[in-house]
Structure formats: C-alpha cells, structure tokens
Nanobody
Framework: QVQLVESGGGLVQSGGSLRLSCAASVRTFSSETMAWFRQAPGKERELVASIRWSGIVTISADSVKGRFTVSRDNAKNTVYLQMNSLKPEDTAVYYC?????????WGQGTQVTVSS
C-alpha cells in the first residue's frame, strides 16, 4: 500500500512563499509522473502541477503559472512544490499523487492558508 505524506503547509501572508514536500513510499517513484493537487473549501480538487520522471514540469493551473514550480528528489522519493507570491485564493489543502494510472490512496494533505 502506497503512503503519501505531505508537509510544509502553514499560514503565510499574501506575497509570501512556502515549499511543500510529499514523501511517497513506493518503489516505482522514480518512474512516476507526480502531481500536486489542491482543494479549496467548497470546491473540487484541482490539478495544480506535475513533474515527469525526467524532471519536466507542467503547470496545469493557469492561476499559478509564473509563481509555482515543482521539483523532485528521486533518491528521497520526495516531490516538492515551491509556491511564491502567494495569494489568498491559493488557500487550500494541498495533496500529491501520481498523475497517470489509478490514483493511490490520498494522504492527509497539508493546509496552506494565505492571509490578505
């Protein structure tokens, strides 16, 4: 069973930065395209960004382009989400998961709250 553990969230002022981490207990991590999702209160979970095994990043949410980026450390089975110039509308619970195939069981996520 794959375990996903997200961390790094918190309360930050508008314009601030955070770096989220997600550790995945899966042997195939280095070959997986990993993705970050987020879910704001009352809204559906949305895909934010993803990173291929090769390191190629795709930013899927137009609202974060130019502000967020994704990186990974395959030796640590960890994927990161660097969030800069945060805005109140970025407030959400952030999750990671594989992008392709059947989703693994979701982790608990990490709460990001941006104050204005």
């Amino acid at each position: 069973q794959v375990q996903l553990v997200e961390s790094g969230g918190g309360l930050v002022q508008s314009g601030g930065s955070l770096r989220l981490s997600c550790a995945a207990s899966v042997r195939t991590f280095s070959s997986e395209t990993m993705a970050w999702f987020r879910q704001a209160p009352g809204k559906e979970r949305e895909l934010v960004a993803s990173i291929r095994w090769s390191g190629i990043v795709t930013i899927s949410a137009d609202s974060v382009k130019g502000r967020f980026t994704v990186s990974r450390d395959n030796a640590k089975n960890t994927v990161y989400l660097q969030m800069n110039s945060l805005k109140p509308e970025d407030t959400a619970v952030y999750y990671c998961n594989r992008l392709g195939g059947v989703r693994w069981d979701w982790g608990q996520g990490t709460q990001v709250t941006v104050s204005s």
